[in-house]
Nanobody, 120 residues
């Protein structure tokens, strides 16, 4: 059993910043890719950013230069630093991890989501 717990969402004014965190716990042998996705009301879930086990990030085009994904392998945690936030960034943000469990099972695990509201 593996759980992801997210934190850091909230209300921010346009142009502001937030830092999201997502920590994994449970029967974890290793974690491969980690990522962040988001879903706005009435829209499909979309990729925000991913980071490989080696620390190589990729970003959706609209997030490049504003968002930074990072990871702390010792803490089994992924972060998303969001700067210059726009109203269209408002959404529920979900973290995602590809985990190898102690039972050698490959799991794709999702967090419960954290709400980001961008409004003046």
């Amino acid at each position: 059993q593996v759980q992801l717990v997210e934190s850091g969402g909230g209300l921010v004014q346009p142009g502001g910043s937030l830092r999201l965190s997502c920590a994994a716990s449970g029967s974890i042998l290793s974690i491969n890719a980690m990522g962040w996705y988001r879903q706005a009301p009435g829209k499909e879930r979309e990729l925000v950013a991913t980071i490989t086990s080696a620390g190589t990030p990729t970003y959706a085009d609209s997030m490049k230069g504003r968002f930074t994904i990072s990871r702390d392998n010792a803490k089994s945690t992924v972060y998303l630093q969001m700067n210059s936030l726009k109203p269209e960034d408002a959404a529920v943000y979900y973290c995602n991890m590809k985990v190898v469990s102690f039972a050698s099972r490959f799991l794709v695990v999702w967090g419960q989501g954290t709400l980001v509201t961008v409004s003046s």
